[in-house]
């Protein structure tokens, strides 16, 4: 009798589940929208022209060692990514009230911020409903009590913006309020400004603290600045403490190489060295450094004018692709005649759509039209392709009619 045989096997993560059940179709006409990862029109991820670039010139640096990087990570990293998410005139950072860890990616960052709150006394977290399924996962597993608020009207296949300020407008005093910054995940749908001001009143007026998840800056607009927007509006126009927890996987193409920022915005600069020491401790715990390969990529587009035009050409490539494939999509379903209002697929932002089946129409697709889709309806828009995009429309009419 071993120590483990009587453990139980976890229940499968949805989309790994997914890609598993696909990778076993046999059918050559399968479709998988279901992985959130960026692809070009050839179904490949594709490693940036930029990055490539970089990465060459790394690989001939004999300055470049493998030792390891502080806990908090690479300084150079680090200065230049504040800047990308509040902005080269940011108050917070001007006045020395802003602090940068670097961290595993958006996930890592996440952990981290989660755990610094966590121990500090802040125990409710607040996810949209819905949200990215790893939201509630980190937050049970530090210990949070989870609670949800409103975000998808259902009916009207848009943001419930009453419903979402509702509930905040109920939330304990402290809760932690996790928001997307852009492109929200998965339906594809944000706040206007108007509304981010709602939202921020209510937090700073029933004293929440915001914590932002911002994965996809650039591809909500095409524009840095305009995706980051919330963000700098919350820290330097309305001075809310907070934390963002930035990924590099979607917008350097980086996915694997974990390149991550944590921000920290805090009232007074005297909070900085605490938060970077508790950082440490926690870091120290878990990995105890982050890996350089691809802070160092970044840093250095970053830090260089013509890397950096590089990169948002890059960015921009990625976005105009996505917008042209919501077109494609929304114009098919239109010329089809398939029931409903489409509107919401070229309204929305980002890679994700939020289409709106409901799961046994998910199901059949996949059952019988060997299209891959989450059950919730939620699609990854750069899987669509002009190889398939006929295949795609015919199979939504289809189930929709039948
Ligand atoms: N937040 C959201 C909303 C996401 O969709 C993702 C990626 N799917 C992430 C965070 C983090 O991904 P990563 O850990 O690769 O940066």
Redesign the pocket.
Known sequence: MGRFDSISTDPPIDVFHLTELFENDGNPSKVNLGV??FQDENGKTPTLPVVRSVEQSMAQDLTLDKNYLKSVGLDSFCQACLKLVLGEQSSSIIENRACSIQG???????TIGLEFLYRNGYKIGYISSP??S??LSIMQAIGFDVKRYRYWNKEKLNLDIDGLLQDLQDAPENSVILL?AC????TGCDPTREQWQQISDVIKQRKLFPFF????QGFSTGDLDQDAWPIRYFADHQKHELLV?Q????NFSL?NE???HLTGVFSSRDIIPKFRSQLTTIIRRIYSNPPAHGAHIVATILCNPTLYSEWKNNVRTMFERIQSMRQLFYTKLKQLGTPGNWDHIITQHGM?AFTGLNPRQCQTLLQQHHIYLMSDGRINICAITQKNIDQISKSFYEVITT
């Open positions: 959130g990862v595993l990616s958006g996930t890592g960052c996440l949200t990215w790893n939201h997307h492109a929200h995940n998965p998840d911002f994965a996809y927890a990924s590099f996987s979607k996915y974990r390149v991550g994700i």
